[in-house]
């Protein structure tokens, strides 16, 4: 049948076929990476507070969608490219 749009249930079962129940997006800090100068912290203080070090700690639970561009710049600044945003954040 040329031009259906019927998927198969490999392509179902690819998360990125399932974006209604995809997971919010998290922050994720490549700990060796970061070298703890602390900009992503004053560009999102709502998510990210630091450590006794400088040192990032996000807050769990994901980013809401307001708040989204936001972690977008802190991701955009960090200068050793350690913060990034990800589907899956325990990772
Ligand atoms: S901006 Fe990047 S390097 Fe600086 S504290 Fe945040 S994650 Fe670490």
Redesign the pocket.
């Known amino acids: 049948m040329a031009g259906s749009t019927n998927r198969s249930w490999d392509q179902i079962d690819r998360p990125e076929a399932r974006p209604w129940d995809a997971p919010p997006q998290g922050l994720v800090?490549d700990r060796i990476?970061?070298?703890?100068?602390?900009?992503?912290?004053e560009l999102l203080p709502e998510l990210?507070d630091l450590d006794d070090w400088?040192?990032?700690m996000i807050r769990p639970g994901g980013v809401p969608d307001a708040l989204l561009d936001h972690a977008r710049r802190?991701v955009a600044?960090?200068?050793?490219l350690?913060?990034r945003l990800a589907r899956d954040a325990r990772r």
């Open positions: 800090v990476a970061c070298d703890g100068y602390g900009m992503c912290a990210i400088g040192y990032p802190a600044v960090c200068p050793v350690a913060l």
